[in-house]
C-alpha cells in the first residue's frame, strides 16, 4: 500500500501571533522546550509518511498548496498539515492516509469539529494545483463529498495563533505529562 505525502506548511507570516504580542514567527516560538514546527514534524516522522516541507514563502496558504503539489509530482495523494498545530497525533495522521484510500476528500474530526490534516486523493492533483489566495484547499473539499474520520486528538483542531494559544498549548502540554508522571508512579 502507498500512502499519501504529508505536506507540511510553513510558509505563513503569522500576523495574528505577532498581533498578539508575540515575537518574530509562531512556528519557531518555543513550547516545551522544542518549537511549535519542531513538534509538528517530530508527529510526522513519528507517522512514517513520506512528507513535504513547504517554506517557500507564498503569498497564501492556497498558493502554499499548490506549490507542495506541484513539488510532490510523484505523491499518491496528499495530506495537507499547517505547521502550527503542534499537539497533533501521529496516529491522526495515520487515520487520515489510511482512510484516502477509500475517499477522495477526507478530514479527521474530534468532538464534531473538523481538523487537520485533510487528505486529498491523486485524482484532487489539478484541482490543488489551480489553487491561489488565501482560502487554502476549501474550493476543493466543498466540490467533494468528504469523508469524516473521527479521531481521538484534540491536536488535530488546536493551532498555534496568538500568544494566549501557545501559552494554553504550554499548559496542555504540562498537564499530559504530569499524568504521564503519576501514571509511572
Known sequence: MTSATVIVLASGRGERFIGSGGTGSKLQALLGGKTVLQRTLAAVHASGLPWYLEESGQAGMADSIAAAVRSTPDATGWLVLPGDLPLIQSQTLLDVAAALQQ????????????????GFASDCRQSLLDLHGEQGAASVVRSRCAFEVLVDDAGCIFDIDTLDDLR????????????KTGEND
Open 168 to 179: 494554553r498549548a504550554e499548559r496542555t502540554l504540562l498537564a499530559a505529562s504530569l499524568a
Open 103 to 118: 475517499h477522495g476528500v477526507v478530514l479527521p474530526s474530534y468532538r464534531g469539529q473538523r481538523g487537520h490534516p485533510v
